[in-house]
Structures are given as structure tokens and as C-alpha cells.
């Protein structure tokens, strides 16, 4: 097994299986054999493809004659288990009686496999993508925490080097959140870029796809296949895709850069606001125009976007709920699909209001500045069973706490991007946090890739068995 394949990127070992330097196979096993090492630990996958070695084999035979699919070929990616798939089971995290799902690929499974991407499992989520604790998933830079939610084995499995890859879905940080906790790149694109058909609903309006990656590089390759319109999901929306790759290396200089002073700053552990200030000192340095500014109406963005959860979750799990079957969710799942019975139309209609104002603010933002910088999460990765966390001075909720900086990006349907800014005294992740226009995905990357190729925080490991 060579011990460099468990962290390499895609960029990198596309590049490898392109030239026959690396067998598909190859790297199938080595991944196989990461998996039965390290995961019973961590427990990040619910189950394995029936056959990724054959697969592995088609593909290297696929590569050899010629029929080259582009660079997911030959690499295997893990698949949240919410997305449907045609070979393995979806459960969405539930075990409650006659909760069952369809065996069929989701628009994005469809994708993957058509690049040539090998879906090598699984990924665990917290129930029906609620929460963001994914038990019983535990986070890779220290086993006595959490990976985040509720796309934590996806967070998990790619920190750990189980997968160069993995996707999860995002309703108010469950792609970030992870990713922040487990020191991975994650990117929710803008609501309606990448298709949702065939993934399990847990709110229609908020619910975005998107990958969860080592790299930024890799996150625009994920992106590239995965990017378009598709009639199955309503919520499509029909915008050209560029080249995302094309943007990477453009830099920084000239980059107007927003930093929004009032909720995204002062809440945080102190770590964090350093890490995320120093990062934001460094764009200055390499020529981005930075400034401070304001968006007083956020500070109602909480109850909004739960109004507006709670009661489109319900309305989803009605059915199970007049079967009875909500009576065996887990407990914190059961009370979030209760409570949404108690959210009233004007609520909802309020919260929808605040919605769009809060959607111009941000489009004002955006008529002076390129890009929203910011921490994505104000704590680092909490222990299994911490209720609360210390925050400047205070004790607030952990789950407030962990979704508190990501949700207004799903409120606004705004794309953004987690990706590692530094560590906090205890070792762990610290998540720096990118937002811009809608389907500016481009100007995402292009910001993020930046900071990324000038620190080496991508290339720290958590310390497993390497």
C-alpha cells in the first residue's frame, strides 16, 4: 500500500491513474484497507458499494483502451445516505419501521457514474439531515468529538482519507458545518445549481447539493460534473456553467472583499476570530481591497430560516407522521418534526418576508464587493454529549452555536465554500468561510484557491495510523 494515496488529492491521483502511474485497483484496495483499519473507529460509512473492486477493474480497463472520461475516472467518492442509489440502500439515517426508500440513482449518483466515479460507499448522516452531532460518527482529530451534521461521515471519511471525496447536502450548514469540524474543504453551491432529484427532501427551499473535498481544486472538479440544469428538481435553475477550473489561479489582486462586522464577528471562540482575522489580513497583503460592512436584519435570521425548516420538514413527514412512524425517530429529530405543526402561515409568511429582505441586503453587499469573508463556524469541534459551549463569555447551545454562521447562506440561497484557516490549541480545525453572488461559484473558488495554495493547512493530517 503506498501511504501517500489516503491524502491525495484528485487533482493528483487523476493525474497518476491518467498516465497508468496508479492502477484504479490500486487505489481501491489501499483505500479498502484504510477503511477496515480506521473506520470501525470512526464509523463513517453505513455501508459499502457491493463491488468496488470490479468497478475499479472497468475502470482501468476503460482507461487503458483509450476511453478516458474525464478527471473523476477511476475515483472512488463517498455518497451521503440521503442521496438514492441504485446499488446500495438508503435509510437517510433512520432505522424507524416503514421509513423505506427507492433503489434507483439520484441525479447526481447518475453524474458521478458517468464521469467514471467510482461510488465506494455510504456516507453516514444524521436523521433525515437533521442536526449536526451525526451519531455515531466521531470526528478523525479527536474520537471524543463530533464531526459536525449532518453530513458528518462524509466530513469524517474524507479528513480521515477514506475517500479523496465525498457528498453531502447542505439545508443550514450541513455541508460546511463538517467540513469546518473535520478540516476539510466544503462547498455549498447556489441554490439550484447542482440537482437535488432523487435526494431524500428535508426542506424544499433550502436544501442545496454539493461536494466535500481536500482541496479547492478538487471541489471545482466535483462542481464541474455535477453543475447544470436538470427538469427533475423544480428548484433548477437553467445558468450556464463555466469553467471553473480555468479561474483558479487568477489570484486575488483587485478582489473586493466584504467583512461583515455584526453577527459573523464577536460570538466566537477566541481562536477562531484570530485565525479568521489573520486570514483576512492576508488578502489584504496579496492586493484584495477589503472593508467592513454591515447587515443589521440578520440578527432575525434564526427564527426565519427555523420557521421556515420546521414547517416544510413537517409537511414532508406528514404522512409518517399520521402512520405514527415519527413516534420512532430519534428523540431530537422527533421533536424538530413535531414542532413544525406549531409554525402558523403568518409565521411562515413573515419568515419568507425576512427572507427577501435579507436576499437585498446581500445583493447590496455585492454591488461594492466581490466576495463575503468570514469564520464558518465560531466554535471548533464540540465533545460527543456537550449540550452547551463557552463563547466570549457565555454559554450558548452547540447546536445553535454550530449553524449559526452558515444558515444565512442557505436562507439566501448564496453560494459558499469552508475551507481550513487554521487550528485552535487544542489541534482542531478552524473553518474560514467564502460567500459571493448567486451562481458566482467561479469567484468562490478563484478566492478560495488563493488562500489555500499560499498555507499549508490542507496538507495536516489528523493522527491516525497514516
Known sequence: MRPDLGFATIETLSAEVRASRLSPVALMESLLERIARIDPVLQSFICLAPEPLEQARRAEQEIRTGTWR????GIPVGIKDNYLTADMPTTAGSTAPGVAFPRTDSAVAARLRAAGAILVGKTRTHEFAWGTITPPTRNPWDTERIPGGSSGGSGAAVAAGLCPA????????????????????????????????????????????????????????????LAGYDPADPGSRDHAVPDYGAVLH??????????????????????????????????????????D???PNLQYGL????????SSSTAYHDVSLRAGRVAHYTQDVRTLVQLGRFVTGP????????RTVLMQEFRRVFDKADVILGPTEPVTAPRIGQAKVEIAGGEESALAATWRLTYPYNLTGLPAITLPCGFDEA?????????????????????????????????RHPNDAA
Open 250 to 291: 487568477q489570484g486575488v489582486r483587485g478582489l473586493r472583499v466584504a467583512v461583515v462586522r455584526n453577527h459573523f464577528f464577536g460570538r466566537n471562540h477566541a481562536s477562531v476570530e484570530a485565525a479568521v482575522e489573520q486570514a483576512i489580513a492576508w488578502y489584504a497583503r496579496a492586493g484584495a481591497v477589503v472593508h
Open 303 to 310: 427564527g426565519a430560516i427555523f420557521a421556515i425548516e420546521l
Open 293 to 295: 460592512v454591515q447587515l
Open 70 to 73: 474525464g478527471p473523476l475516472h
Open 347 to 354: 409565521d411562515l409568511l413573515k419568515a419568507e418576508q425576512l
Open 427 to 459: 489541534g482542531l480545525p478552524i473553518g474560514l468561510q467564502i460567500a459571493a453572488k448567486p451562481f458566482d461559484e467561479a469567484t468562490v473558488l478563484r478566492a478560495a484557491h488563493a488562500y489555500e495554495a499560499a498555507h499549508d493547512w490542507k496538507d
Open 166 to 225: 465525498a457528498m453531502g447536502s447542505d439545508t443550514g450548514g450541513s455541508i460546511r458545518i463538517p467540513a469546518s469540524l473535520c478540516g476539510t474543504v466544503g462547498l455549498k453551491p447556489s441554490f439550484g445549481r447542482i440537482s437535488r432529484a432523487g435526494i431524500v427532501p428535508h426542506s424544499w427551499s433550502l436544501d442545496h447539493a454539493g461536494p466535500l473535498t481536500r482541496s479547492v481544486a478538487d471541489a471545482a472538479i466535483l462542481l464541474q460534473v
